[in-house]
Antibody, heavy 122, light 107 residues
């Protein structure tokens, strides 16, 4: 059974940094691309970033490009989202999600973690 | 970017009703359209992928159809647990991946 657990959320000041983690279990982690998706309070879903199964390919949304970076450690079954130069509009619940493709991405979100809340405020 | 437009943004229905939600893409996305359900305070769940394929474990009262730019999600015989918000999402190998604005199904 796929299990994804996010951590690292909290309160940060504008201009500050946070690093989110997502630990995976229940599947062969190094076969699947992984995503970050966020949801601002009371708002809809926004895709943030994807990383390929081996970490060689990455894409990020324009809204976070140059500020956020996605990475993974397949030896630890974990992906990360390094968030720098945080802005109040980055306040959201951040979910990690598993892409169902094996050794390729299908670009949908088959399984989700429970989310971690990031609040950016002075 | 591919824009996804859902309608309606909310609807009221009763248990046992059938409802249809529409999603329109700003350009053709073939069948690369997925639907998610999000209950309050919970993470979204994948319902349908590839426009019409039911994700494992999803009840058969959910169905999806469409291709190109116009898609629908139908729930036949609403159950109490179906009152939630539904999102469409395009996966047309074109970044950024984008979601519709959501449709809240309420009593």
């Amino acid at each position: 059974q796929v299990h994804l657990v996010e951590s690292g959320g909290g309160v940060a000041q504008p201009g500050g940094s946070l690093r989110l983690s997502c630990e995976a279990s229940g599947f062969t982690f190094n076969k699947n691309a992984m995503h970050w998706v966020r949801q601002a309070p009371g708002k809809g879903l926004e895709w943030v970033a994807v990383i390929s199964y081996d970490g060689t390919k990455k894409h990020t949304a324009d809204s976070v490009k140059g500020r956020f970076s996605i990475s993974r450690d397949n030896s630890q079954n974990t992906i990360y989202l390094q968030m720098d130069s945080l802005r109040p509009e980055d306040t959201a619940v951040y979910y990690c999600a598993r892409d169902p493709g094996n050794y390729d991405w299908l670009l949908n979100f088959e399984s989700w973690g429970q989310g971690t809340l990031v609040s950016v405020s002075s | 970017d591919i824009q996804m437009t859902q309608s309606p943004s909310s609807l009221s229905a009763s248990a046992g009703d059938s409802v249809t939600i529409t999603c329109r893409a700003s350009q053709s996305i073939s069948h690369y359209l997925n639907w998610y359900q999000q209950q309050p305070g919970k993470a979204p769940k994948l319902l349908i992928f590839g426009a019409s394929n039911l994700h494992r474990g999803v009840p058969s009262r959910f169905s999806g159809s469409g291709s190109g730019t116009d898609f629908t999600l139908t729930i036949s015989g609403l159950q109490p647990e179906d009152f939630a918000t539904y999102y469409c999402q395009q996966s047309f190998f074109n970044f950024p991946l984008t979601f519709g604005g959501g449709t809240k199904v309420q009593i």
